[in-house]
Every structure is written in C-alpha cells, then in structure tokens.
C-alpha cells in the first residue's frame, strides 16, 4: 500500500496539515471584524489535506531515470543541512541582533559558504541589501522589524 512515493509523502503531508489545522483552530477570533484572521490559515490548512488525499490516490508513473533524479549526492546533502543550520541561527538571533545585523551576516556567510569568495563585494551587497529591505518594510509599508542592538 505504501510503495509508491506519492502514498508516502501524501501521508508525511497528511500530518503536516493535521498539525497546522489543530494551530490554526486555536488563533483567536475578533469580534468586530468579517473576516476573521483564522479564515486563510484554516482555509490552507483544509487545502493541504485535500491535495494530500488526491496525492494518495494518484497513480505512480515513475521511471527508473526520475528514480535516479531524486537520489541527492552526500555533497549536496552536507550543503543543505549546512543552510538549514544558518537558517536556524538567523531565526534565533534575529530579535536579539536585529534584522539589519543578521540579515547582513546570514547573507554573507551563506553566499561564503555556498562558495562565493569576494569578500568585499558580498559585504557590500549583504549590508546595502538588508538596509534596504529594513527601509521598505519600516518607512514605506510601515511594518515594524526588530532593531536589536543597533539604535533604529
């Protein structure tokens, strides 16, 4: 029953939306609002389940080369996990520094370790890039971002 890759990532996908469905249930409501802020996330959430039933059920046509297509090489799993860990540190650092900051060091140390070697040139674009998404976000569409330490 579980041979087929569709069956198998529409049950991990299955539970991914049970799990969001059981948060977005939990979002408060508003009284004095029409459309209240649970509506799209439970609306996504419902989407997810029925796109992993039809996945379910839809009949799997692989050949041997897309097989041969899915297999990552170890390398590449190494840089994967590698950005998943500098993902994970921008996360956690991103109110105590502030965006601007680890912003700026996320992209710097992700091109460098994605390999790209000027230094200088991945400087200046990871503090012109970051300042000016934090101007976007704060002056024109007035969205407040975490300053951190830096006095913004």
């Known amino acids: 029953m579980l041979k087929s890759i569709n069956s198998r990532v529409s049950l991990v996908l299955l539970v991914i939306a049970i799990v969001y469905l059981i948060f977005s249930y939990q979002l ?23 796109l992993a039933i039809l996945l379910f059920f839809s009949k ?4 041997e080369a ?4 899915r297999n990552i090489p170890k390398k590449e799993i190494g840089i994967l996990l590698g950005v998943g860990a500098l993902i994970f ?11 601007i900051l ?7 140390f992700c091109s460098l370790f994605l390999g790209y070697r000027s230094h200088i040139v991945n400087g200046i674009v990871s503090i012109a890039f970051s300042a000016f998404i934090y101007f976007v976000f704060t002056s024109l569409l007035q969205i407040s971002l975490p300053s951190g330490i830096l006095p913004l």
């Not at 897309?66 to 297509?69: A, L």
């Not at 540190?89 to 965006?99: D, H, K, P, T, V």
């Not at 680890?102 to 710097?108: G, K, Q, W």
């Open 102 to 108: 680890v912003s700026a060091l996320f992209i710097f």
């Open 28 to 50: 408060p409501s508003y009284a004095y609002t029409e459309v209240d802020a649970d509506v799209i996330p439970k609306a996504l959430g419902w989407l997810l389940v029925f």
């Open 66 to 69: 897309q097989r041969q297509k």
């Open 89 to 99: 540190i921008y996360i956690f650092l991103l109110e105590i520094l502030g965006f």
């Open 60 to 63: 799997d046509n692989e050949t």
